[in-house]
């Protein structure tokens, strides 16, 4: 039987940090020996509002490639491409334009409050707003059977499913194909300061390629239970962040639930579940720092990588182009 076809994309806009690791990077590693994985570096959605700040993107698709090598993706296994450098993405969005009204963009809950959000007012470029339908590009070149994202992403899927059947109805044809959001069962990680996001500006995010002083630094600076004042007050578990955190990171459930209880009952300070929050941390940090460095010190290794993922996703996209215009009957010399 042949693996089913998975595709995720991240934009480069910064590095990798630990909600993405437990979000979607640990996900993909597990699933690339089951499916054939595609993974792709979205740096024209990313340009979509960056596009004053070309450099900053480029230095993040290394960096974001980097990251995704340290946390144990293999090449082997998985193919990690650019969508810049896949031409065929581009054509295909040029021809689902047509198949999506603005009133039905204008309806996109997450795009509606990435605006908002990023305060374009009257400045709105068309390329932010319309790129759900790149993104339907991005998933139905590849053909992709499963898409892991996150909540957010939820009405891309749909938005990308609503362009696989117009096409498919207009052009009377079955070529494209429906895809099925797969949504992470953990929720998203807070942020060290315990808001729900995390967020570079913000800086309350542990970055995988973080050294270990770093780390440090940013659990001993964690937020906690504020009413906890006194090493002898007793103190609360439900919504701090530093015992999610061990929720969610730590292996010795054990040792977590006697920390939580001597907690709620007073006697245990911040700084020594702090320390052990540390040490949890390096455990699952160390091996992908030490193989980031390797990269790091082997860039080329990663430029090659990414150039043979490149040449392998469009011998997929390649194919579907040529599959879309024969559907709608303007491959006019072949
Ligand atoms: N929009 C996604 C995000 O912001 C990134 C993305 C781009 C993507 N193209 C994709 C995700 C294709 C899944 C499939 O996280």
Known sequence: MSKK???????????????HYVGSLKNRVNMQDDYEQFILIADQQALTDNFDNPEKIKKNVLEVAMDYLAAGIDPEKTTICIQSQIPEIAELTMYYMNLVTVARLKRNPTVKSEIEQNGFGNNLPVGFFSYPVSQAADITAFKA????????????????????????????????????????????????????????????????????????????????????????????????????????????????????????????GDVKVKKYLYEVMEEVLSPIREKRKYYEENKEEVMKILEDGNKRAREVTKKTLSDVKDAMGINYFS
Do not use: W
């Open 145 to 268: 059977e499963v898409v892991p994202v996150g909540e957010d992403q939820k009405p891309m899927i749909e938005q990308t499913n609503e362009v696989v059947r117009r096409f498919n109805r207009i052009y009377k044809t079955e070529t494209l194909k429906e895809c099925k959001a797969v949504i992470p069962k953990v929720g998203r990680l807070c942020g060290t300061d315990g808001s729900d996001k995390m967020s570079k500006s913000i800086g309350n995010v542990i970055n995988l390629k973080d050294d270990t002083e770093t780390v440090r630094k940013k659990i001993m600076g964690m937020y906690t239970d504020p009413n906890h004042i006194k090493v002898s007050d007793p103190g609360k578990v439900e919504g701090n962040p530093v015992f999610t955190y061990l929720d969610v990171f730590g292996k010795d459930k054990e040792k977590i639930q006697e920390l939580k209880d001597h907690y709620k009952k007073g006697g245990l």
């Open 5 to 19: 076809r998975i595709l995720t994309g991240d934009r480069p806009t910064g590095p990798l940090h630990i909600g």
